[in-house]
């Protein structure tokens, strides 16, 4: 049996844990090889017996063990641990030692990188160490030169697990991850596990051999319940089905075992290829079935298993899953499976992979073409005509088609499977009440917000492809995330998209016939103006002291200087918005030609709001010439000239603030002479002020996506720096329309201590 480890963190307290847990199968191998060469009236005492008998038997039952099973933790940064000066990496590696020296059975892989003189010349040199501890030393077994650096071929944590499996033995072979732990009561039905390796019973042996999972974080907040719940259902009945049923059951990063010696002959446990391969645990179920493996699940023992419980750990977790997703829609593997599976394996295979995913897409793709269908028929005038036909108007189909994708909307959907699970758990009473206590912890807000994260991830990924690793952390604590970093990892995948969505709200409501008053039509709109709440304030609402006032002013100081600070080279994106914005659109500099027409395109239904609007307007005196649509691009066209001259003046004037505060003073004066103007002898009205307002703010924002697709020749035309500038100011203006219902909220203690509730219970 063999043990292999994938690190991720400085989290020694961790790998203490873990590494304690897979001693448990050792202990408890010693204690029945102890029973089977013990007298029988040394049985009773149980595990006393093995601590008080003799030295022989005590030795001869530890030397089986270490014959039966090894342990290999593969941490590739233990050498650079080492020689670092960094005071959590020396505490780090004193950990990793202290295990050597106090469990002799463990083994560390990690790889070590030196320069060496190779013909006459310094070169670096990598190669694969296996060690173990000795006299409170650490002793290398063995060293292995490698071709180069693991990082740069593949995928880290897959390199990780393909480093180390050159170091094990045997004919089996389990991959406990970092957050993983197990019981010593647990460790007692390994020997049961093992021989399903060895009984076909009248089918093909196993190749790969899942185990159920016991999230044991459950507790730490209502969001870690809420992903516990769901994890479970997935790793119980989810695995089940899979496996007995449906025959589509992979390997998804958990403690399975595999058939050793099957996989290092077809290629490993782990595809490692950049970026194809970034959910690399599913592959190896892939690779086993593709090659004539069997797939099992066995429910009689459990491993247990940490699950991030902030909200940003959640999200980044999701968001590496939808990514992997991606990737694997456009590999060769998903093509090849579905074309050996036949047609109703085929099915099961697609809605218990990728399909969850590509449907989330589609149902908020669903609401985008509901909400500009609406738009177009409101603005077009052919809404008005189609409420004068009787027939249409009394037509309900729709609205109730309508009212059932709502339901998922709600998030409700990806609830029914934790509900079912916990019935058949605990019974569907207790069911029942679990339901309506996660509904009071707002569990539809969360499940809501986790529907944005996967369609934006997976539809990017599709589109252009480039998903890189995203490092979730290990942490079981929850704390305060600090507003700039919610804004960080959010603003594309949710609020610029809820911020359309209520532009498009607001936009119905006013321009729309006043018919609107069926019970159906409200859920409808209703369940989209929940969708846009949960996507612009969850991050918020799970967000621990979210709404305490010296919480939210600090996080107002330190989102003005992450916006206000100057990007450059060696400037992380935590430190300025320049160096984030950057590096947003760097899935854009890798897309093919195709990625960058589609994106476009895409883009180009932000110019609906200003060709619809304006023919509206009252300074357009009902005219229905594309003149007053050409007339209209005079606004946005005089918004970049204007950014673009005041850029030219800051380079040229770095010196002369002052002059430079005289020339904004004349700007804005001269804006408000052309307003009072256009008030007086054109006829504009405040209404068309706030129409126009409407209009205009996706025009910007399409040309800013536009530029950033089309960057040199924006570039080229000298135009990045007013581009860049009108991104700041959208992105600062979204962030003050965020932050003020925050700020607002903060004002009242009560708020602060029911969030707590909700949170903590």
């Excluded at 394996?345 to 218990?352: A, D, K, N, T």
């Amino acid at each position: 049996m063999e043990f292999t480890r994938q690190w991720g963190s400085y989290r020694g307290q961790t790998l203490s844990r873990t590494v304690r847990g897979m001693m448990y199968y050792k202990q408890a191998l010693e204690l029945q090889c102890f029973l089977e060469i013990a007298g029988d009236r040394e049985i009773p005492g149980g595990y006393k017996t093995l601590e008080s008998s003799g030295d022989d038997e005590k030795a001869f039952a530890q030397a089986l063990a270490d014959m039966k099973f090894t342990y290999v933790v593969s941490c590739q940064i233990y050498g650079a641990m080492k020689t670092s000066d960094d005071p959590r990496d020396q505490s780090c590696y004193n950990n990793i030692l202290n295990l050597m020296v106090t469990y002799p059975s463990l083994r560390v892989a990690y790889i070590d990188e030196r320069e060496e003189i190779v013909n006459g010349k310094f070169q670096k040199l990598y190669y694969s160490v296996l060690l173990k501890g000795s006299s409170k030393l650490a002793q290398e077994i063995y060293r292995i030169k490698l071709p180069g650096p693991p990082t740069v071929i593949g995928e880290g944590k897959a390199e990780n697990q393909n480093h180390a499996i050159i170091f094990t033995r045997g004919e089996a072979l389990q991959t406990i991850d970092m957050n993983q732990d197990n019981y010593f009561e647990e460790a007692f039905k390994m020997r049961n596990v093992l021989e399903e390796f060895l009984d076909s019973s009248g089918q093909q042996k196993p190749t790969i051999l899942g185990l159920r999972e016991h999230i044991f974080t459950g507790s730490v907040s209502s969001l870690a319940s809420f992903t516990s719940n769901q994890e479970t259902s997935f790793l119980t009945i989810g695995q089940r089905t899979l496996a007995n049923l449906l025959r589509v059951r992979f390997h998804y990063g958990h403690p399975d075992i595999f058939d050793r010696i099957f996989h290092i002959t077809r290629g490993g446990i782990s595809k490692a290829s950049k970026r194809i391969n970034l959910s690399q645990d599913i592959f190896a179920g892939f690779n086993s079935t593709l090659r004539g493996g069997n797939i099992v699940h066995r429910e009689y023992i459990q491993v247990g298993k940490g699950r991030g419980a902030g909200m940003n750990q959640i999200s980044l977790f999701e968001a590496k899953v939808a990514n992997g997703n991606g990737e694997q829609t456009l590999s060769r593997d998903v093509y090849r499976l579905g074309h050996s599976f036949d047609f109703y394996r085929m099915l099961s295979f697609y809605f218990s992979t990728v399909g969850f995913y590509f449907s989330s897409m589609v149902t908020v793709l669903t609401i985008y073409v509901f909400l500009y269908g609406h738009i177009y028929l409101v603005m077009s005038g052919a809404e008005r005509y189609i409420l004068g036909i009787t027939t249409i108007h009394q037509s309900k189909a729709l609205e109730e088609a309508l009212a059932v994708q709502s339901v998922n909307q709600l998030g409700l959907l990806s609830m029914l499977p934790m509900v079912l699970e916990i019935g058949l758990e605990k019974g569907f009473r207790a069911a029942f009440c679990d339901f309506i206590i996660m509904q009071l912890q707002l569990a539809s807000v969360f499940f809501t917000f986790q529907l944005g994260t996967k369609a934006h991830h997976y539809g990017r990924t599709i589109l252009h492809g480039g998903s890189n690793y995203q490092a979730t952390g290990l942490g079981f604590v929850s704390v305060h995330a600090k507003f700039s970093e919610n804004y960080r990892l959010y603003s594309r995948s949710h609020f610029v998209k809820a911020l359309e969505l209520v532009i498009l709200l607001v936009l119905y409501e006013l321009y729309g016939e006043s018919y609107r008053n069926s019970n159906l039509y409200s859920f409808i709109i209703f369940s989209m103006w929940f969708l846009v709440g949960s996507w612009l304030y969850a991050p918020f609402l799970f967000n621990p002291s979210g709404f305490v006032m010296r919480k939210t002013i600090d996080d107002w100081t330190d989102w003005k200087m992450w916006m206000g600070n100057p990007g450059g080279i060696g400037t992380q994106i935590d430190e300025s918005w320049e160096s984030w914005w950057n590096a947003e659109q760097e899935h854009l500099r890798g897309t093919t030609i195709r990625g960058r027409i589609l994106e476009i395109i895409l883009v180009f239904r932000n110019f609906i709001y200003q060709y619809g609007i304006v023919y509206h307007l009252d300074i357009a005196k009902h005219s229905k010439t594309l003149l007053v649509y050409g007339i209209s691009w005079i606004v946005p066209v005089s918004v970049l000239l204007v950014l673009k001259m005041m850029s030219i003046c800051r380079r040229i004037l770095i010196n002369f603030p002052l002059i430079v505060m005289s020339l904004k003073a004349f700007i804005t004066l001269y804006l408000a002479v052309g307003m009072a103007v256009f008030f007086v002898n054109f006829g504009l009205t405040v209404s068309d002020l706030i129409a126009c307002f409407l209009a205009f703010i996706p025009t910007g924002w399409a040309l800013i996506l536009i530029a950033q697709v089309c960057r040199p020749l924006f570039k080229a035309l000298g135009l990045w720096e007013s581009i860049k500038e009108l991104a700041q100011a959208y992105d600062y203006a979204m962030g003050l329309v965020i932050f003020a219902p925050i700020a607002l909220l903060s004002w009242f203690p009560s708020v602060s201590k029911l969030q707590t509730r909700l949170l903590f219970k």
